[in-house]
């Protein structure tokens, strides 16, 4: 938005009184998001904004010191038999004694994207190594059928809630396999997103909506949509599942026709809100589907729906000192509570749906040329990955910094291509080509929009799509790109 002297004010507020050392407990889910993934996503921004940066910046500044600090203090939760974390820990003292070893799904496998991004930007591979390890844990525990349940036991490894779906304490595990595979170049996490969503098309999905079903047996237990799933479409979206994911997000946008909002619950089969879950607290999810799929499709629709959800947070919402969740959405009354996500994610989302000409949207034209102590790079030409609280991550910045030494390079090759003979049938026809241009024609190609290249990305190193993924003749070799000394 270019409001650069309020970006700098409370950065430099925080560099001032910023301390985490405080004997306090914390979540260490919200923390990772909303701290770790603030700070990181401020410290990539900040360069732009006449803030005063490291010579070596992206791999150092004040704002990642701090992003570091936060993460090590939470990174004690990581420390279970299994890998991973409890749900809080004491900023001063680290995981309470009295702290339940149960946590959601979710709450366990929502940090590669700023672990990994922190390690990627400073050179300690900790971070990342941590979240990997909570996220195999996770894959370990899957049901016969290849479901995860809601609650688990950090130290045993054994399901406490063994509702599956794709909602409220799973939601944000699927998210960041599919962000952290893009992000990482990790196809490892995006073949496990790929068995999961075989699976949830299996289970769960019914007509396009997604429901709640156990674990083990794949039975419905609540045929219920709840307004944290309107996220999927979006989601989906990035994996390339355009028509699928316009059909779901179909089915949510007519339910907020129906009320004016989304409400917390949905009883589908009965077409009407659940009891005593009928509030709206001013999420940002269907919000960030339509931006997501707009960017996708430039379906004009899409524009509808995001104008019709402005139209009645403005008219219904809006008070005299900010907006307030609505209470209940079958009469709109108000509540008297403001959350935070309003601000650091729909408004965003609503304000990016519409802001055409934003860097955001950048398809890989132009950037920025950066020199650090590792070499150069390339910043600001899109590509962008949101994390869960939707602070922007720039993935060229990650190949600025200090790479992971060759014998880790190779190491971790070997374990991403083990038993997996597709992968290393391709790679050996690649190695015996005559032309070893056509891997970075199809998958890198800058003249390809943002949302193709991260649909390719996807379903990267699958045979059958190497075989039907082509761009028009000369595409990329036409494609004129600009890149910015600054």
């Not at 070596?56 to 038999?81: S, V």
């Not at 599919?178 to 196809?187: D, T, Y």
């Not at 005299?320 to 079958?330: F, P």
């Not at 290249?453 to 699958?462: C, D, H, P, V, Y």
């Amino acid at each position: 938005m270019g409001n650069y002297t309020e970006f700098n004010r409370v950065s430099g507020l925080l560099l001032d009184t910023l301390d985490f050392d405080e004997d306090i407990n914390v979540s260490v889910f919200e923390t990772n998001i909303r701290v770790v993934g603030g700070l990181i996503s401020a410290h990539l921004m900040s360069r732009d904004t006449g803030f005063q940066v490291s010579d070596n910046w992206p791999c150092e500044g004040p704002l990642l010191d701090l992003a570091e600090q936060a993460a090590k203090k939470i990174l004690a939760a990581f420390d279970t038999k299994t890998g991973m974390p409890y749900g809080t820990v004491n900023l001063m003292y680290g995981v309470p004694k009295d702290e339940t070893p149960v946590t959601c799904t979710a709450g366990v496998g929502t940090f590669i994207v700023e672990f990994g991004t922190l390690s990627r930007l400073t050179g300690n591979s900790i971070f990342e190594n941590a979240a990997i390890k909570a996220l195999e844990a996770l894959w370990d525990r899957r049901s016969e059928i290849g479901l995860v349940g809601n609650h688990i036991s950090v130290q045993s490894g054994k399901w406490t809630a063994i509702d599956g779906g794709i909602g409220a304490g799973i939601d944000s595990y699927f998210e960041y396999l599919v962000k952290g595979g893009l992000l990482l170049g990790n196809s490892r996490l995006l073949d496990m997103f790929n068995e999961y969503e075989k699976v949830i098309e299996t289970f769960i999905k019914k007509d396009d909506w997604y429901m709640w079903v156990n674990m083990n047996k794949g039975t419905v237990t609540a045929p219920v949509f709840q307004s944290l799933e309107a996220f999927w479409p979006g989601l989906q979206s990035m994996v390339g599942k355009i028509d699928d994911a316009m059909k779901s997000l179909h089915n949510y946008y007519q339910v907020w026709q129906q009320l004016g909002f989304l409400p917390e619950f949905y009883n589908i089969i009965h077409g009407k809100v659940v009891d005593k879950r009928y509030g709206y607290p001013l999420r940002p999810e269907l919000a960030e589907s339509i931006m997501y799929l707009y960017r996708a499709t430039k379906d004009p629709f899409l524009l509808q729906m995001g104008r019709d959800m402005l139209e009645s947070i403005e008219k219904v919402a809006k008070t005299s000192c900010g907006y307030t969740s609505i209470k209940d959405v079958r009469t709109h009354k108000l509540d008297n509570r403001m959350e935070s996500f309003f601000l650091s994610e729909t408004t965003k989302y609503l304000y990016l749906l519409f802001d055409e000409d934003n860097k955001i949207h950048r398809t890989g034209g132009s950037g920025d040329v950066v020199q650090t102590n590792h070499g150069t790079c390339v910043v600001n030409a899109g590509g962008y990955i949101f994390n869960t609280e939707a602070h922007p991550i720039d993935i060229g910045a990650l190949d600025c910094c200090k790479k992971q030494p060759a014998q880790d390079e190779i190491e971790l090759a070997f374990k991403v291509f083990k038993n997996n003979k597709k992968r290393l049938h391709f790679l050996e026809q690649y190695a015996n080509s005559d032309t070893h241009n056509s891997l970075s024609t199809v998958y890198n190609c800058s003249a390809r929009p943002f949302h193709s290249r991260l649909s390719i990305l996807g379903e990267m190193f699958e045979e059958e799509e190497i075989k039907i993924a082509k761009l028009p003749q000369n595409t990329c070799e036409d494609s004129t790109v600009t890149v910015t000394q600054p």
